[in-house]
């Protein structure tokens, strides 16, 4: 049996004595498009935060990739693109992009594989500060496939783009994934869930689902995940009423 690429199980995070993540258990498949959504301030940077190891769990565990969350080997195996641009907008897409395959060890077959995966060969020699917002959501996507990782944990990468360049990611994350990618993706908008198989759904520090999409719309009996989510969040408030008397 493959293990799971991701495994928590009742990870708790704490900052500055206040909780943030508050006992999540779920399991993220290899080879899957996982889509982590809930509103801003429910917890998914931080969440992200501990998968790729720069965030201390305070309780609970968190495997990735059979690892322990932070293991120093994983530093190769996982790919990561924070919701700020980690380049230099005055390199270009190719000096980027060997800057950085210098640090993880990936050699120039592999920049040119991946400027070419993204879709930048025409661009390779502009400068980053002269892209699209959609170019630059490419490049940072790029840094993060140097070296050909495992896992991609990419923090709501599509935030600012118009409808047509977040149409063009999610079709790349889809192929990534269709070619055995493992891809935990962050939004706050409902309508991208649905181009998610699966799905991590959170609110204020706690998860309300994990399992499929599909799933998820034939339990609430919705016709969309914006619909579901709501129906779970007033299941989950009823629940609770109802133990407090």
Not at 12 to 28: C, E
Not at 29 to 45: A, F, V
Not at 69 to 94: C, E, M, N
Not at 211 to 235: D, H, Q
Request: aromatic share 4%; charged share 25%; proline share 3%.
């Amino acid at each position: 049996m493959t293990s799971a690429a991701i495994e928590s199980s009742k990870l708790s995070v704490h900052k500055d004595h206040v909780q943030i993540l508050r006992d999540l258990t779920f399991t993220v498949q290899p080879g899957t498009l996982t889509g982590l959504i809930g509103p801003s301030g429910s917890g998914k940077t931080t969440l992200m935060r501990t998968i790729v190891g720069v965030q201390t769990a305070s309780e609970g565990s968190l495997d990735v990739l059979g690892k322990h969350a932070g293991h120093k080997i994983l530093r190769s195996k996982i790919g990561y693109v924070t919701q700020s641009p980690a380049v230099y907008p005055d390199l270009s897409v190719l000096q980027n992009l060997r800057y950085f395959g210098v640090l993880v060890g990936a050699d120039r077959k592999d920049v040119e594989k991946v400027i070419k995966q993204v879709q930048l060969t025409n661009q390779r020699t502009q400068l980053v500060d002269t892209l699209s917002g959609g170019q630059k959501a490419r490049v940072s996507l790029a840094v993060a496939l140097l070296g050909d990782p495992e896992l991609l944990v990419l923090d709501e990468p599509t935030v600012g783009l118009d409808p047509l360049l977040r149409n063009e990611l999610w079709e790349l994350f889809a192929d990534l994934a269709a070619k055995g990618k493992t891809l935990l993706i962050s939004s706050h908008v409902m309508d991208e869930a649905e181009r998610c198989e699966n799905l991590l759904l959170m609110r204020e520090g706690r998860l309300l689902w994990h399992e499929s999409r599909k799933k998820l719309l034939e339990l609430t009996k919705k016709p969309s995940v914006g619909e579901a989510f709501i129906a779970a969040i007033n299941a989950i408030e009823k629940a609770e009423k109802v133990e407090t008397k």
